[in-house]
């Protein structure tokens, strides 16, 4: 690798939706911001704002298992984790960064509620390197990794598989609106576009017959790949960023990232199995049980965590126990 690991750093999103300042600014331009065309509802879910202390394993587990990240970003809006005391700060070379300071310029896109929109600017941070990973706050690793594993010879290393494009017409959007909402309303599951947001980005980068399917892992990002897409497309970026909860007609700078990586010869495939998902939404008592072992047993290196307060507080109890036990954490941190 041409560059030293102290420049590799990580970026993570995160807001606490259940504090009452963020919660009434939420409330007051999700009432403004009624019968937006092609608004993605499910961007509106209280899901996705709430705060389950899944940050806290995260951050663990960086500085246990890629303890060579040399800064963490942590984008905030306003807000500071309750835990993140100065001790806590230091120890995890950990950066709070608003979100009023990666839209200098552009403050007229805030506030905004809608991730994608905050994956536009993260190359806007302030002494950001070159090479980072980027995390959503509810990745968590599970064993000890290399920089090696996301970054080779100056390649990214991308996880997941080839698939062909299909295109999403109206009616097929329609049908997605109509599963997504008896899903919420009978079972309590929120569904989302990823897979039409994934299209939209790879043919942006110029792929109209397969796009490259990323799951839900930490993707390593170079920085310079779209702080110079965003150079020569400005209007794209403020067209991406105008919208305050997700919205269909919006692409992601990551996906689109890993597009124009793979179109400059810059990429390399990792086809391993070796990330899981908990969605407490969806969990049964085996399909769980297996998927805890799979993670104490370290058979997989990525963890994504899901609606952990749909858990009951057994499940919960188990999954923190052995979380904490992988990265040797007491029970009072």
Known sequence: ??????????????????????????????????????????????????????????????????????????????????????????????????????????????????????????????????????????????????????????????????????????????????????????FGITRSMNLLLQIKSAKLAGFNQNYFKSPHVPHPIRKKSISDFFDANPLLLNENIQYKFRNMDQFSAVYLANHLEIKNNHAIFDSKNDFIMINGEMEIGMTFASKLKRIKNQDVRFLCLQGLESLTNEQQKKLDLILRDLMGINSTS
């Open 1 to 186: 690798m041409s560059e030293s690991v102290r420049d590799i750093d990580a970026v993570i999103t995160w807001v606490d939706g259940n504090e009452p300042n963020h919660r009434k600014k939420w409330k007051k331009h999700k009432k403004e911001y009624r019968n937006i065309d092609n608004e993605l509802l499910t961007g509106r879910d209280k899901t996705r704002f709430v705060n389950n202390g899944e940050l806290k394993y995260c951050l663990w587990s960086i500085r246990k298992f890629a303890p060579w990240i040399r800064k963490i970003y942590l984008i905030t809006d306003n807000q500071i984790p309750r835990f993140a005391d100065e001790k806590f700060i230091k120890e995890h070379n950990l950066v709070i960064i608003d979100h009023k300071t990666i839209f200098e310029s552009y403050e007229w896109a805030l506030p905004t509620f809608n991730s994608r929109t905050l994956e536009s600017m993260l190359w806007r941070i302030p002494d950001l390197s070159n090479h980072f990973i980027y995390l959503n706050d509810d990745f968590v690793l599970t064993k000890p990794l290399s920089p090696t594993d996301f970054f080779r010879d100056n390649q990214v290393v991308l996880r997941g598989v080839w698939k062909t494009i299909r295109n999403y017409g109206a009616f097929r959007i329609k049908i997605n609106e109509w599963v997504s909402a008896i899903s919420r309303r009978a």
